[in-house]
């Protein structure tokens, strides 16, 4: 993946049950920090998911390209980028990626794919109040 300019990053700590029996992160557990990440990102744009979704307007991941490239392990602290941009007239792309905070090793490489819907169909991204103000 080219490397993207990253504009959020967001620090966690590994907690222990989120390590499987060979000591590491287990790796759906990585998909739950980018999604908080992007949540996160999202609600300081002023983009609220719950409100969206009583509005009936749904955002959702419709594919995820993962490259796992180093473990994590309990206590290990690291943080979560993500740079987002529009491809086509529907899609929204996230480019993700972890990195471990002591060594600074690439942990993730993820592209994350969402569309917008409404109601049930998609939607441009920019026709949806609060997402038009967006920069992607």
């Known amino acids: 993946m080219e490397q993207p300019t990253y504009r959020y990053s967001?620090?966690?700590?590994?907690?222990?049950y989120e390590c499987d029996l060979q000591g590491i992160v287990?790796?759906?557990?990585?998909?739950?920090?980018?999604?908080?990440?992007?949540?996160?990102?999202?609600?300081e744009q002023g983009i609220d998911f719950a409100r969206l979704h009583e509005e009936g307007v749904d955002l959702v991941?419709?594919?995820?390209?993962?490259?796992?490239?180093?473990?994590l392990?309990?206590?290990n602290a690291f943080t979560v980028k993500l740079a987002v941009h529009k491809e086509g007239a529907l899609r929204i792309i996230?480019?993700?990626?972890?990195?471990?905070?002591?060594?600074?090793?690439?942990?993730?490489?993820?592209?994350?794919i969402g569309v917008c819907l409404e109601k049930g169909r998609p939607a441009k991204p920019?026709?949806?109040?609060?997402?038009?103000?967006?920069k992607l």
Do not use: C, W
Request: hydrophobic share 40%.
């Open 61 to 71: 991941v419709s594919r995820i390209e993962i490259d796992y490239k180093q473990s």
């Open 94 to 112: 996230f480019d993700q990626e972890i990195r471990n905070k002591a060594t600074d090793a690439l942990v993730v490489q993820a592209r994350v």
């Open 26 to 43: 287990n790796n759906a557990n990585y998909l739950h920090y980018m999604e908080h990440a992007r949540h996160q990102f999202l609600l």
């Open 10 to 16: 967001l620090d966690f700590v590994v907690r222990d």
């Open 73 to 75: 392990r309990s206590r």
């Open 126 to 134: 920019e026709t949806i109040p609060g997402l038009a103000g967006l």
